[in-house]
């Protein structure tokens, strides 16, 4: 057990050092002293571009979706602890008992990540694939120590890299930041150069596979959809779960901004393994704002702990 | 195989693996667990309903809470028990199956694995059973089945997952037999705790010789059903007691023990604590003896989809 709640420590310090600034940035937007998860209240009017469109630009940093801390990462599991005594699944409605804390006492290291582990799995919206990997998806999870990719700061990849933590914006193409995050898994920067010019898909077969695809957006109504494929089978495509994917998956994101909020989902197909499209629960950033906000560098991700592992135990 | 054998070993698959009843020939569970009528209660001590109900949950490790990452956000406690794997082995007795007038019931060697959960409510429970009496009952020749519910669907499966991709193993409905393996799930540890919570005021909690009884109707599906639990000195679930109406048997009563709670877990340890021995009896009779062997607690991937043909069975 000792060893065990050494290396939960080892990971969260090594992670933390790694990638410091980026959860420094989150934190400031964590110190609003919150018993629930569920996402802020959007406030403010929806600012737009001069082509009409939503402008959803800015940094958006706040509470919402990123992957440090149990709260976000229940949110983004679909479990909302609405207040102090209802929890709800979102995706089945299912009721979630819910207690008053049992002590006073702060739980040790160990008995907050077993608890962690157990907060981040407990929703309902899991992706269902054929038959036939059933078992290596729960087998992949169960060794997510050494199997995530993440673990060994590859790039998080699409649709796992959430809402992405800087939106640039012009009336032809968006640029998507994605810093390295800490915390739950330890993922380098990545970015994504996205047109809105109406152009179509390279061909598929002509297609090299990538870590964040080939991505075409357009805009529906107010919602900016971005369309892509032409991945790898590097990534696995949730935080948590195991849930790896083929060449042949297709990410469909959805991007929506009220006010100082913005929406995202992501809905996955893949016919090689999944037995039918699934899609995350919705999560919600809210925008920085500190008008000169800027993302600061995300220092190099470095694994050095995996040889350290005594079980299978983990985040 | 020799037919009364096969038979044999058919019917204690499908009627003692099984936590409750006696699987795809019965029919809806009826009421009660007998003593927690509101004429006894009313003699009985008087329990504060929501200190029992969570200690009785405390006990088995479903409440938890963790403040990693968190900043100054401060969650309350959760119940995180959704999906669940269990492995055992043991016995199991051919349900009212004597082969001779007032012989025990025939008796298998009995190897199951469990998937559940409760957010959707399903369960898949696989079994293989060999007669372990074969020179007087036939050749020990090992039946396999598997036996599927999810919500309002029932159905059996060739292999796991049968049924779902076309040309991979047949998925065959079994309507009839869905209250029943409901309701196996719902008198595990887990879900007595679960279905206490959700009945609110209409659980009574008391003292009946000095041990924890908490009774309860559920609902849904299995509203008429009333279920009564006795906690132990940890206040672990020790004993379910419910009624059925087996056409069989005729009203049946089945108790169900619980003992030797441990982590179960292997290398992922998650402070979940789950019955090692696991005892069922209908009508007096054994009809289940298990060990179990292993218990993945940590919500792992876990699926029940339902085929079309067993969505269009409901249908029609």
Redesign the interface.
Known sequence: MMRTFRFSIVIAVAATACLLPAAAMARQFSQVSRTTNAPVAPSGATPRTPDGHPDLSGVWNGLGDNLIGVPNQMANAGIAVETESSTRDVASGARIATFPRGTTNPLNDEQAERAAALMRRMGSNRPVYKPQYWETVKKLDQNANEEDPANNCMPAGIPRAGIPSFVGQSPTYFIFIYPGTGGLIATQTSYRMIPVDGRQHTPLQDLDGTYTGEAIGHWEGDTLVVDTYGFNSSTWFDQIGGYMHSENMHVVERFHRDGNTLTWTATVEDPDVLLEPWTTTPRVALLNPNPEAVLPESLPCSERDLGHLVNKEHH | MPTQAKNMLMVAAVAAIAFHSAGAQSRKPTANAGAGDKASLASEDILDRAKTL?AA??ALGM?????????????????????MELWGSGTTYGSGQAYKPGAPWPAFKTEIHVAL?Y??AAMRVETTCTNSDASAQGRAVPLHIIQVVRDKYAWDES????G??PG?GTATPVMAADNNRLLRLWILPYGVV?AA??AGDKTKTSTENGTTVITFPLSGQLAGVTVKATLDAKNQVAKVETRTDNPALGEMFTETEYSDYADHGE??????KSPGHIVQKRGGHPVLDIQVKKV????????F?VPENVKNAAVH
């Open positions: 969570r949950a405390d409440v938890r809470w963790s403040d990693i990452g968190a900043g100054a956000s401060r969650l309350p406690a959760v119940d995180v028990v959704n999906t959960a957010n959707p292999a796991i997952g049968a779902l991709v991979k679960k919570l959700a290398e992922i340890l998650t402070e979940i993945d607690a940590n919500n792992p991937y876990l699926v989809p």
